[in-house]
Every structure is written in C-alpha cells, then in structure tokens.
C-alpha cells in the first residue's frame, strides 16, 4: 500500500499568501500528494503557477463568476481520472465553490461551503446548499464511490470546536440548523476524521478572527475539516492541523491515508 497526504487550505487570497512567500514555503515543507484551497479569490490568468509547476502538481480551477470573490483550485502530482466542478446547480456553481476529483480508489471533493452571513437569505442560501450538496454525496455512495470530502464548512460542530462557544450560539457558524447538517453527514456515514483520531482533543482551531489579535491568543474555530465515507476511515492513519502555518485568517488541515 501506499501513503497519500490530502491536505485542504483556505488561502484568503492566493495572490497574496503567494507573494508572502508562505504558500511556496508550505507547499515545499508539508508536500501533500492532494492539496484542495478555498476562498483563492483570483481567476487562473491573475496567478503565476510556477509556484506549484515546478513542484509537479497540476492544477484545476473553480472560479467565481464575481472577481475577487470565492474561488477554489485543486493542485495535485497524481493525475485523476476526471475532474468537474461544482454541483450542477447554477446559483452555487457561479460561486466557485467545488471540485471534484476521481482517483482510483475515491471520489474527492474539495468544497468551500457558503458562509451564512449576516441576513436570513444568506443563511438559506448557506443551508440549501449543504441539502445540495449531500444529495451530491449520497449519489455518490449509490454509486458505488468512496469519498473524501474536505474544506472549510464555515460551521463548528460541537462546543469542543471553539473557543468560546456562548459568545458564537447567535452567530452564524454555529447556530443549531447549521450544526445539524454536520450530524445529517455523519448519520450517513462521513466521518469527521480529526475527530474521530482526537476525540476529546481542545483548543485545536483552524481558523482566527484577526480582531483583536485572536490567533496569538488561539481564540478559534475548528471550522476546516476532512472527511472520508466510512469505509474509508480504517486506511485512515493520521488527521493533523496544521496550526504554525501562516498566510492566511486559516491554516492547512489534512489526513495521511493508505491506497
């Protein structure tokens, strides 16, 4: 068998994490087999890809039809059998938020789930697309497919996942009908694999507030996450945060698996 490392990073802003040099130096130093980010905020033409071409990944793109919005890009040094983007669904797709990938033993999806916002139609827009984005799921398991799916879900599931969890029970990212979904998930047999390695693990967050320098302090959210169907979950033999790894309000999660 073999290791493969599938990591998952919400760059905020890919043009800017490349400038700093920290994507190349993350790239370089953690060396994933799969990488999928979110939230890259750019158009493939705006980008130099030498930082990744010449670390033998190839490269697929899910842009927003808005610029300087969403966005999502797929690196990889193995070469799947296919690969579509979004979920055929068109208020969603325009939004760049998913790509999927076949590989010979797994389907994977890379997904930046909406953000709920601050009015009620945001967080319908939000919850409807998890519904979507399920029954994407579920076709694939009927399928016959295993699947990993990772991103940032923009929702922490349980209290353990951040900080501080009263000051956030009114906020969008853990009210109880986006929280639901992550049980909707895992009653149909995705696995949340940081926490079922680390079951009772705390103060292991993946995103900070910039407000107030919450990060220094590791006021976060365990809100970037990786999951696997749960026949997958047994070849499962590390899920890790990334934490010392800067460039952006998150930092790269990700699994080790055996193929």
């Not at 079922?196 to 705390?202: E, M, V, Y």
């Not at 967050?205 to 006021?219: C, F, I, K």
Request: glycine share 6%; hydrophobic share 40%; with cysteine.
């Amino acid at each position: 068998m073999t290791t493969l490392k599938i990591c998952s990073w919400n760059v905020n802003g890919l043009r800017a994490t490349i400038r700093s040099g920290d994507f190349q130096n993350w790239l370089a130093t953690s060396a994933p087999d799969i990488v999928g980010m979110q939230e890259v905020k750019a158009f493939p033409d705006q980008v130099d890809p030498s930082p990744w071409l010449e670390q033998s990944y190839s490269s697929w793109w899910h842009v927003a039809e808005r610029p300087g919005y969403s966005g999502s890009l797929l690196l990889s040094t193995l070469p799947p059998e296919a690969v579509r983007t979004g979920i055929g669904i068109a208020e969603y797709d325009r939004e760049g938020r998913v790509i999927e990938a076949d590989y010979r033993q797994f389907t994977l999806l890379s997904v930046y789930f909406p953000n709920g916002g601050a009015t009620n139609e945001r967080l319908a827009f939000k919850l409807n697309f998890y519904a979507a984005f399920a029954d994407r799921l579920e076709a694939l398991r009927a399928a016959g497919k295993s699947v990993v799916f990772m991103g940032d879900l923009n929702v922490a599931h349980h209290e353990i996942d951040l900080a501080r969890p009263k000051e956030a029970k009114s906020q969008s990212g853990f009210l109880p009908a986006e929280r639901a979904w992550l049980d909707r998930f895992a009653a149909r047999g995705f696995i949340d694999t940081f926490r079922a390695l680390h079951p009772d693990t705390a103060e292991a967050y993946t995103y900070w507030d910039a407000w107030r320098d919450r990060r220094a302090r590791n006021v976060g959210w365990r809100i970037d996450c990786v999951f696997v169907s749960d026949d997958l979950l047994p070849r499962v033999r590390s899920a890790f945060i990334e934490s010392n790894v800067f460039g952006s309000d998150h930092c790269p999660v990700g699994i080790e698996i055996e193929v």
